[in-house]
């Protein structure tokens, strides 16, 4: 099945070792017998061309439709901008391969020092392991790439500390504070605050000690209590 789907890409002119560079070979390289982890080289390959035919010759309904992607690479314009933007992406780590369906890596921009967190689910009773969700969002450098010597190094450590109760409350009451001073809709305004305020007398962010993950949670409360983007 992985000889059927690297032949259907190679002929698409979108998936081979042509467009591995001397830079790509300094991170870790994704296992090349995992049905995701394959399917995920072959969207490495093909937006790291930034090349509209090739992206819209790859995101055909057959190998990974538009449809389940997320909002960043949902459609070839908004996909080759964001591939313009960051000059493609390498591999900085694997995160995940728990499942044969399922791989979960952190990229960094080949443009910029700023990295990435992809997660793609493929259909493995096919042989071509159509994708059937597609994630990817930027995150914050994982401190694993900050050097020790690093002067910045010290900030970050104490920025990814472990969440307590009264930081989650300051940032919940930062975010409330430009809401009201900022946001157009001063009734929406008061919706949205209430809802944050809501969530967090609530529980719901106890648990949250990341820093990435109660800014996710955040940001998908903000869009759902908004109703925008």
């Not at 399917?39 to 790859?58: G, V």
């Not at 910029?112 to 994708?131: E, G």
Request: aromatic share 8%.
């Amino acid at each position: 099945m992985r000889g059927l789907l690297q032949s259907i890409l190679s002929l698409a002119g979108i998936f081979g070792p042509q467009f591995a560079s001397a830079t790509d070979s300094l991170f870790p390289s994704l296992p090349s017998d995992h049905p995701a982890s394959i399917q995920c080289s072959a969207w490495l390959a093909a937006f790291n061309i930034a090349n509209r035919e090739t992206l819209a010759t790859y995101h055909n309904d057959s190998t990974f439709p538009y449809s389940v992607a997320s909002r960043d690479i949902r459609g070839v314009e908004r996909e080759l901008g964001l591939a313009q933007i960051t000059g493609g992406f390498s591999v900085a780590d694997v995160e995940s391969i728990s499942s044969p369906s399922s791989v979960v890596v952190v990229l960094k921009e080949k443009n910029r020092p700023q990295y990435a967190r992809m997660l793609m689910l493929v259909d493995v009773s096919k042989p071509n392991y159509p994708v059937t969700n597609f994630e990817i969002r930027p995150i914050i450098t994982p401190i694993k790439f900050i050097p020790k010597d690093d002067p910045r190094r010290p900030q970050y450590e104490r920025a990814l500390r472990p969440l307590n109760p009264l930081r989650r409350r300051m940032v919940v009451d930062g975010i409330n504070k430009v809401l009201v001073e900022q946001y157009v809709n001063p009734e929406l305004t008061q919706e949205i605050v209430n809802a944050l305020n809501v969530h967090y007398e609530s529980g719901d962010y106890d648990s949250l000690e990341d820093s990435e993950k109660f800014a996710q949670r955040l940001t998908e409360d903000l869009h759902a209590a908004s109703h925008s983007k």
